[in-house]
């Protein structure tokens, strides 16, 4: 085979892979959701073990084991039993990294559906999660509890390295009293709040979220440093804060309700006081991006968006605040810190 025809078959299996992806996705969501990884983490078993102690259909399950064996999440050994790997180890429950959530919540039919709405939104700009379920997202985790749960696990989970990378790019001497505003379980300010022993810290989000950030908290030994403060950004955020932290935040909507959640950040702030987002900043080019995958995902599921640095300078200067500077963490996540003006 000469080289141009051997580029034309990686090209081939390479979009073949990309065009099934989604199968990899219901695939690690089952595992998951059956508990697979953590029953696997007690030795091998067979599929008929795992498929007794997770109540699942003995040979279906063999042939989802078997099947990512073949990507090398799980191995099958010689004598028919599956062991753990590498892979499957980051989908248990009490991996340090946290990756389970992410399974759990790629694989809701809440989360995958309106990807197949993507075409309406690009067509229409308008939102496929509305047009879906007849409401917003965050209306539909407020009236599905149990959705709302597995979306703030992937939230506080998304924050782990997150917070990490915040915490230590950023001097945080300073500052005595921390709001971190749609700050849900807590997860950033107990890691800022763990390297920073005189610092307090307001957690800033609706009631039902905050339901579950104590137990976040008092994990991370900082429960008792925090107030657990219940609100709507959209009306106001409370005042006397030294830095407002917004994580994730910000790109969860349109400009007009962006900038309405700024201004009342604004509002808060005394003149010395500062804001730092913490959002993904795009960039021109054609150098791969995660940002450039989420802002697909604000745009099915929110209305939100991704945005370039100055997009995001206009947006700050509209609200009464003046982009100082920008701070790169890994990938393309930023933090920016905006003072008044």
């Known amino acids: 085979m000469t080289s141009p025809q051997l580029a034309r078959e990686l090209e081939i299996v390479r979009m073949r892979e990309m065009l099934g992806g989604y199968r990899i996705t219901q695939m ?6 059956l508990g697979l990884p953590d029953l696997l983490a007690e030795g091998p078993k067979s599929a008929q073990e795992l498929a007794a102690a997770a109540n699942a259909h003995g040979p279906s399950l063999f042939r989802l084991l078997r099947a990512l064996a073949s990507t090398g999440v799980f191995a099958e050994r010689s004598d028919g039993r599956f062991e753990s790997t590498a892979l499957s180890d980051r989908l248990r429950s009490d991996a340090p990294d946290r990756q389970r959530p992410f399974a759990l919540s790629y694989g809701e039919p809440w989360w995958w559906s309106p990807f197949g709405e993507l075409l309406h939104s690009v067509k229409t700009g308008e939102t496929a999660f509305d047009r ?5 997202m965050f209306e539909y985790l407020g009236r599905h509890p149990d959705a709302a ?8 989970a998304a924050t782990g390295g997150t917070g990490e990378a915040v915490a230590s790019a950023y001097d945080f001497s300073r500052v005595k009293v921390l709001v971190d505003v749609g700050g849900g ?7 800022i709040l763990r390297r920073n ?18 137990p976040v908290l008092q994990e991370r030994g900082v429960l008792a440093r925090c107030v657990l403060a219940p609100g709507d950004f959209f009306e106001s955020v409370p005042a006397g ?9 910000i790109h969860d909507w349109d400009d007009a309700k962006a900038a309405l959640i700024l201004r009342n950040v604004r509002r808060a702030m005394r003149p010395e006081a500062r804001l730092l987002l913490v959002e993904s900043i795009i960039v021109p080019g054609n150098e ?5 995958l989420v802002d697909l995902t604000m745009l099915v599921f929110t209305g939100g968006r991704e945005r370039t640095e ?4 206009k947006l700050l200067q509209g609200a009464g605040l003046r982009l100082n500077r920008a701070i790169p963490l890994a990938g393309a996540t930023s933090v920016l810190e905006a003072l008044p003006i």
């Not at 690690?28 to 959701?33: F, G, M, R, S, T």
């Not at 749960?149 to 506080?156: H, I, P, Q, S, V």
């Not at 022993?197 to 104590?214: M, S, W």
């Not at 791969?288 to 450039?292: E, F, T, V």
């Open 185 to 191: 379980h807590g997860a950033l300010a107990a890691e």
């Open 288 to 292: 791969a991006s995660r940002g450039k």
């Open 241 to 249: 804060g030294d830095l407002y932290v917004l994580k994730y935040i």
């Open 197 to 214: 022993p005189e610092l307090r810290a307001v957690i800033f989000d609706q009631q039902t979220v905050l339901e579950g950030a104590a």
């Open 28 to 33: 690690l969501y089952v595992a998951a959701k």
């Open 310 to 313: 100055p997009e995001f300078a």
């Open 132 to 136: 879906i379920y007849g409401t917003s």
């Open 149 to 156: 749960r597995t979306f703030n696990e992937n939230m506080t």
